[in-house]
């Protein structure tokens, strides 16, 4: 099982970046799939998730910002940051969670954002 994000990087404020997830080894389209963060010397945080049938839910603190997708014959999920913050700075990490079966999680290494002022 591999997750692995791309397309982190150093953005000032303002603007866009693109995250991507690549999924292999598991049956993508039967997994929740979710965004989450971490900034330094702060807890991970759920940033954004969707469901198999492609419905999407944000926290508060990106919604309207952000958008979270996926491609179920790409066995992939995307984020799409936009008007990016300082305060958005942090590793974000690609999970995958099957609802059926609590023991099937999976984590990515995660991918840097970090956001200039």
């Known amino acids: 099982v591999q997750l692995v994000e791309s397309g982190g990087g150093l953005v000032q404020a303002g603007g866009s970046l693109r995250l991507s997830c690549a999924a292999s080894g598991f049956t993508f389209g039967s997994y929740m799939m979710y965004w989450y963060r971490q900034a330094p010397e702060k807890q991970r945080e759920l940033v954004a998730f969707?469901?198999?049938?492609?419905?999407?839910t944000y926290s508060d603190s990106v919604k309207g910002r952000f958008t979270i997708s996926r491609d179920n014959s790409k066995n992939a999920v995307y984020l799409q940051l936009n008007d990016l913050r300082p305060e958005d700075t942090a590793v974000y990490y690609c999970?995958?969670?099957?609802?059926?079966?609590?023991?099937?999680?999976?984590w990515g290494q995660g991918t840097q954002v970090t956001v200039s002022s």
């Open positions: 999970n995958a969670e099957n609802p059926v079966n609590s023991a099937a999680v999976y």
């Open positions: 969707i469901t198999m049938a492609m419905v999407p």
